[in-house]
């Protein structure tokens, strides 16, 4: 890397790590309304769809690589176990960290240990999330042993490695699903398009497909930023893995639709449809149609630019589903401010920093080969073209949300404003029944004339009672006895109660002896 | 709405019309009619099926209540109810979820009725057992057919409400969203219920295939293991 995209690169993490602690500061201080577009009838937006949906899809190479290795004992791929097992550990720590800012009350993160719900898939997903990160945790522990020079604890671990891996794959094909199987509870709040009862299956394939495309671009990452060679004939066979992947995806998605018989929707012009195509044709159709080809998957720059394809649209089918396919049932037109993108770049970028910081710190990748890095022929080209990309990735996102906020044609500011329109003309009836307490006995003060008994019918036109003006705060709407002895102590006659409507100041003229019977009747 | 406010100590606020931390009922007139809305107190509530940490319950009397000192803020409730009841306090530094409770700890544990319905001076909300009203509301249907659309709102919605609606106007118009008539925590508790045989069978399938291919390998070492020895017996 050369000196000056050094510096570049690292000014750019500077910038976005200071717009993400600001963000970050005026969270904490004060709240998520300051902090995000999210309302009522949006209550999830980028930092669920994006942190916590994509951050755990993404990591899924951590359990497939492991699984293949340990289980299946495909050893060849032990060159990249130890990668992918890094990144999923990061990114399911930074997931956890991310979840830290999106929920309102961070400091009660333990609750769901002690009191959880077997009923919530949430609650099943939190218990899946905790335990597979410290399940990680203890498949990258014997790193950080051999490093420290610790021999005991690294046997221990060796020997209950199998059962450990097996545990990762089982709470891993659990969690990855039942993120989708969150959205299976909102049948008519997702759009047709997306809203399926097979939800968690398509996310469980999505994600290992996700995974598995992440673990060929941080070999190629990797490769670039630590001269290590790639492993090219590894990486064709992940490849072909995602073809079959994504084929199976591509089938059962439209299948699905047309069975549910939902498919026409795909073909109507709305936000929805772009987003749906844009998700099946740039990021399944396509990244599957390059990689069938050999050509492709051999040349490093195909098969990288394959990968990243599947990534977005892995991206892009995560947001497609907790913000594309909500929206049309919101009157909310969510687009995440700009602190919710600063805080969810932050996370990728300081991803980026621990990934490389453990590579520098702990043998991540075996030693032989970051020795022989510069013979080897399959050293990647110069870094500019994973730049591009880089950028490709964010500008497509961008485009997705101006898509989302520019084209709307069904739930734009339009039918909002119909709506208010409607409710300001529309005539009022049905207050034919009205039917106020009969009479209200004032309760008498020793110094008063008579007892006052006050008459609804009198005081409120029948047709618009306007209950508000006496009732927001003075009166108590509920006939509360408990407030009624106030009332001996309280001057009626001021302009808080009777003389508020009655002649300003004082109600009636108080020397007038007609006048005051005319309501101290008894 | 004024009885809510008072009984809830809710700030006042200038003709709201949306439901808002702030205002746990609102009244909307809309075609000619004043619509009030509030939580619906569904019979099987979604919003207490995905609450991870059990901060919202369905009570026996029938109030779906909510306990502020269990709740994580994961805002899952809000997403997940039909009737969009749920809203955030998002300006506080602590929110809390607010929804109408029907009153619960302070009167219908008690006996009493909710405030509203106290408070009500033309009986529009009547309050009782939900087989009583559902009764009197055929009783009025059938008695007065010109008047009332033929549907009790509620009665099977998401599988049946403790809040119930008449109307002289289809309910789509009046801005009622359109739900399934099934209970909605029964669409994940069904798919919940496949854990254990997920977990088991798979498993057990893992510890198989380890088991068959690690064996396999090793047979195949042994193998050349005896091949090579005999080899080098041999010369």
């Known amino acids: ?12 993490f500077i910038a976005i790590m200071a717009l993400g602690l600001y963000a970050a500061f005026i969270r904490i201080t004060r709240g998520l309304g300051a902090t995000t577009n999210l309302t009522n009838d949006f209550p999830w937006g980028l930092w669920v769809g994006f942190d916590i949906l994509v951050g755990v899809g ?13 289980i299946f004992n495909i050893k060849r791929y032990h060159a990249i176990a130890r990668p992918a097992i890094l990144t999923a550990f990061l990114g399911y720590l930074l997931v956890i960290f991310a979840l830290m800012f999106d929920l309102g009350r961070p400091d009660r993160i333990w609750h769901p240990l002690v009191m959880g719900n077997p009923h919530s898939v949430m609650f099943e997903v939190a218990m899946c999330v905790m335990l597979y990160t410290m399940v990680l945790g203890l498949e990258f522990s014997p790193l950080i042993f051999k490093r420290l020079g610790w021999e005991r604890p690294q046997k221990i671990i060796h020997s209950l490695y199998i059962p450990i891996v097996i545990l990762g794959v089982l709470l891993s094909t659990l969690h990855q699903s039942s993120l989708g199987t ?4 909102v049948p008519t709040k997702l759009h047709p398009l997306w809203y399926t009862p097979l939800l968690p299956v398509f996310f469980f394939i999505s994600a290992i497909a996700a995974g598995l495309a992440m673990t060929i671009f941080e070999s190629y990452l990797s490769a670039r930023a630590f001269g290590r060679r790639l492993e090219p004939e590894l990486l064709q066979g992940l490849a072909r893995v995602i073809v079959v992947l994504l084929a199976v995806l591509l089938v059962w998605k439209i299948q699905n639709l047309s ?14 449809s772009v987003m749906f195509w ?3 044709l740039l990021g399944i159709a396509l990244p599957m149609g390059l990689l069938m080809f050999a050509r492709v998957r051999e040349s490093n720059d195909g098969l990288f630019f394959a990968a990243m394809l599947t990534i977005m649209g892995f991206i892009l089918g995560r947001l497609n589903v907790a913000i594309t396919g909500i929206m049309g049932s919101s009157t909310t037109n969510y687009v995440p401010s700009w602190m919710e993108f600063a805080i969810t770049t932050s996370i990728v970028a300081l991803g980026f920093v621990l990934f490389s910081t453990a590579v520098r710190h702990l043998e991540v990748f075996p030693q032989v080969e970051r020795r022989t890095a510069a013979r080897e022929a399959f050293m990647p080209r110069r870094p500019v073209f994973a730049g591009r990309v880089l950028l490709g990735l964010w500008g497509f996102l961008l485009v997705g949300f101006a898509l989302v906020s520019f084209i709307d044609t069904r739930n734009g500011p339009d039918a909002a404003t119909a709506r208010v329109d409607e409710a300001t003309f529309a005539p009022i009836v049905g207050y034919g029944d009205f039917n106020p307490p009969e009479e209200t006995r004032i309760p008498q003060h020793e110094d008063s004339p008579g007892q006052v008994i006050f008459d609804h019918q009198t005081h409120t036109d029948l047709k618009e009672p306007g209950c508000a003006s006496c009732h927001s705060g003075t009166y108590s709407m509920l006939g509360n006895d408990a ?3 106030d009332w001996v102590k309280m001057d009626f006659h001021d302009k808080n109660h009777c003389g508020g409507c009655h002649d300003g100041d004082n109600a009636f003229d108080l020397e007038d002896d007609d006048e005051c019977a005319s309501c101290h009747m008894e | 709405m004024l009885a809510c406010k008072e009984i809830n100590g809710l700030p006042a606020s200038e003709n709201p019309t949306e439901l808002s931390a702030d205002n746990w009922t609102i009244v909307r007139k809309q075609a000619g009619l004043n619509i009030r809305k509030q939580c619906m107190h569904c019979l099987e509530p979604s919003c207490a099926s995905v609450c991870p940490v059990k901060a919202l319950h369905k009570t026996p009397e029938g109030p779906v209540v909510y306990d502020a000192s269990r709740c994580i803020g994961c805002r899952y409730c809000m997403l997940a109810c039909p009737f969009g009841v749920p809203t955030y306090e998002w300006d506080k530094r602590l929110p809390k979820v607010q929804k109408c409770v029907m009153c619960y700890d302070k009167l219908v544990k008690h006996g009493k009725q909710p405030a509203c319905a106290a408070a009500c001076p033309t009986g529009a909300t009547k309050f009782g057992e939900r087989e009583d009203l559902i009764r009197e509301a055929e009783a009025r249907i059938a008695n007065d057919p010109g008047h009332y659309v033929d549907h009790i709102y509620g009665l099977k919605e998401a599988g049946g409400t403790s809040v119930l609606y008449l109307s002289p106007v289809a309910f789509a118009d009046l801005g009622f969203p359109g739900v399934v008539d099934e209970s909605y925590p029964k669409l994940t508790w069904d798919i919940l219920t496949k854990i254990p045989n997920i977990v088991s069978v798979g498993g057990v399938a893992l510890f198989g295939i380890y088991w068959v291919v690690n064996r396999r390998m090793m047979m195949e070492r042994l193998e050349k293991g005896k091949v090579e020895e005999k080899e080098g017996g041999a010369s």
């Not at chain 1, 069975?259 to 929805?272: D, V, W």
Request: charged share 15%; hydrophobic share 40%.
């Open chain 1, 278 to 280: 844009g998700e099946v």
């Open chain 1, 1 to 12: 890397m050369s000196k000056w995209t050094r510096t570049t690169w690292r000014s750019i």
């Open chain 1, 182 to 185: 969150l959205y299976v509870i």
């Open chain 1, 58 to 70: 993404l990591a899924a190479g951590g359990f497939v690589i492991a699984a293949t290795v340990h």
């Open chain 1, 259 to 272: 069975g549910r018989g939902s498919l026409h929707y795909a073909f109507e012009p709305s936000t929805e």
């Open chain 1, 483 to 485: 407030s009624r002895p």
